[in-house]
């Protein structure tokens, strides 16, 4: 398989380019980074915002380290984008899209990936509500591949979140949801997060990341790693204890034809970790899971 990592550990820690750059390469030994919009916000002025763009750019290239893609952070997650109630968030929500694949393409990334958003208490109860903020969602992510083409971008990829307010949340609608998506300017594919994939208390029989990849699998583009219980989505590094294992990752992976999916670990700290305590655990899960998936 192919370890990546998510640039989420160094939020508000590692902001400098060439120390995160060089951290990532002879630290941490990976070749594959997804860029996080937590350390440049999309909607930061556009000459300054592709400036600082292009200082990470070329400390990674000068480290051999490609940044694949760029990712919502914790910042962008908390609105509700597409999904929102108004006609004015969703278009607010589609011109930060369109900011954030232009983001992507500074930095030299392909893909430009994210959750779509989230509904309203009421929306999410109300099926017909529900059905319409959908396909509403569906044109919308039809036009960011249009202007994704004209900028440059190769993919789109959709996280499944682990709720039920929000689209995808479960392999069956995730399926349904990338078949509906099918014929798009450039292809929309999606990204499945071993904790959101395992949350038990709203997937129930379903937490199960098999059977995830076998649903989905002709649309899976990426995979985040994480540590979790199966309760929360905990983002924890692997020198905490929980239910993803070496041997399940390499068992699920190989069992599915996943091989080739680049899995970004993806590691959320408390801001109040001091910054040699999340050094250390990712210094140690990097060489943990380097060692015993043999990659």
Not at 197 to 219: H, R, T
Request: aromatic content about 10%; overall charge negative; glycine content about 6%.
């Amino acid at each position: 398989m192919v370890l990546g990592l998510n640039l989420s550990f160094a939020v508000k820690r590692w902001l400098e380019p060439k120390q995160l750059a060089a951290m990532c390469k002879n630290d941490f030994k990976v070749d594959h980074v997804q860029f996080t919009w937590d350390l440049i916000d999309p909607w930061w002025p556009e000459e300054q915002r592709d400036a600082l763009a292009k200082e990470y750019r070329d400390a990674f290239e000068a480290e051999g380290i490609k940044i694949d893609a760029s990712f919502g952070g914790l910042a962008s997650y908390t609105y509700a984008h597409l999904l929102a109630p108004t006609e004015i968030q969703r278009e607010i929500a589609f011109t930060f899209f369109k900011r954030a694949i232009d983001l992507t393409i500074a930095l030299g990334a392909e893909v430009m990936g994210t959750p779509v958003g989230g509904m309203t208490f009421n929306d999410a109860r109300d099926e017909k509500r529900r059905a319409e903020l959908y396909n509403i969602m569906l044109d919308y992510l039809r036009k960011l591949a249009e202007y994704g083409k004209e900028k440059g971008l190769k993919e789109i990829h959709i996280e499944a979140t682990p709720l039920i307010t929000e689209f995808p949340h479960s392999p069956s609608v995730s399926r349904k949801m990338m078949e509906d998506l099918e014929g798009t300017a450039i292809p929309i594919k999606l990204l499945i997060d071993w904790g959101h994939a395992l949350f038990k208390p709203l997937l129930k029989e379903e937490a199960d990341m098999s059977l995830w990849l076998k649903e989905c699998g002709p649309y899976v583009g990426s995979i985040h790693l994480q540590q979790t219980d199966g309760l929360l989505d905990r983002h924890w590094d692997f020198t905490k204890d929980g239910i993803i294992t070496p041997e399940l990752i390499k068992k699920v992976s190989e069992e599915t034809g996943m091989d080739n999916i680049v899995q970004y670990l993806e590691v959320v700290t408390a801001f109040e970790s001091t910054d040699e305590e999340v050094y250390e655990g990712m210094k140690k899960t990097m060489d943990y899971l380097h060692k015993e998936l043999g990659c």
